[in-house]
């Protein structure tokens, strides 16, 4: 097939000059909240993220055997993606995590006979369509991640230690 592995053509995206005077103040503003805020336990305080898994890359290039006088590529102009939303406490929970799909009904979603769904479904995760044309997330959903896998981590989190309420 000569294939060939190429490297990226563009820079990378650079820190900005002043990268140092900016995690010097968001290490402030984070130790003035959690001061302020009492925030008293590590399981309260939650880093969340988001990442794109790509199935199917939009290419025309596919692994075939040596010599093959066709190959065929299924999908060769558009990606197959998804979103994934994860969260981690400064106690290390991982939370369970929200997998966006792009789309607007419900059939976006991976069947329920999938493999591995049932495993899913136990870890709690969360899958959902954007109601968009792509797979990233948005209000709605993070709204619905506060929801309903951050704010019943919380509660529970508070239960374990005895911690009020409000």
Same mark, same amino acid.
């Given at each position: 097939?000569?294939?060939?592995?190429?490297?990226?053509?563009?820079?990378?995206?650079?820190?900005?000059?002043?990268?140092?005077?900016?995690?010097?103040?968001?290490?402030?503003?984070?130790?003035?909240?959690?001061?302020?805020? #009492?925030?008293?336990?590590?399981?309260?305080?939650?880093?969340?993220?988001q990442t794109n898994i790509?199935?199917?890359?939009?290419?025309?290039?596919?692994?075939?055997?040596?010599?093959?006088?066709? #190959?065929?590529?299924?999908?060769?102009?558009?990606?197959?993606?998804?979103?994934?939303?994860? +969260?981690?406490?400064?106690?290390?929970?991982?939370?369970?995590?929200?997998?966006?799909?792009?789309?607007?009904?419900?059939?976006?979603?991976?069947?329920?006979?999938?493999?591995?769904?049932?495993?899913?479904?136990?870890?709690?995760?969360?899958?959902?369509?954007?109601?968009?044309?792509?797979?990233?997330?948005?209000?709605?959903?993070?709204?619905?991640? #506060?929801?309903?896998?951050? #704010?019943?981590?919380?509660?529970?989190?508070?239960?374990?230690? +005895?911690?009020?309420?409000?």
């Amino acid at each position: 097939l000569h294939w060939l592995f190429c490297h990226a053509t563009c820079t990378a995206q650079k820190l900005p000059k002043n990268a140092d005077e900016c995690c010097l103040e968001q290490f402030l503003q984070l130790a003035l909240t959690i001061h302020d805020c #009492v925030i008293f336990h590590p399981s309260f305080y939650v880093n969340i993220d988001q990442t794109n898994i790509i199935y199917q890359p939009a290419n025309t290039s596919t692994y075939e055997v040596k010599g093959s006088k066709q #190959v065929t590529v299924l999908g060769q102009h558009k990606k197959q993606a998804f979103t994934t939303l994860i +969260g981690i406490s400064a106690a290390s929970d991982a939370l369970p995590f929200q997998i966006i799909y792009c789309g607007k009904m419900k059939c976006s979603l991976p069947v329920m006979m999938s493999m591995q769904y049932k495993e899913a479904q136990k870890l709690r995760f969360e899958f959902c369509y954007s109601n968009t044309d792509t797979y990233w997330s948005n209000f709605d959903l993070m709204c619905s991640y #506060v929801l309903d896998i951050l #704010v019943p981590y919380w509660m529970h989190q508070k239960e374990l230690i +005895g911690a009020p309420p409000d």
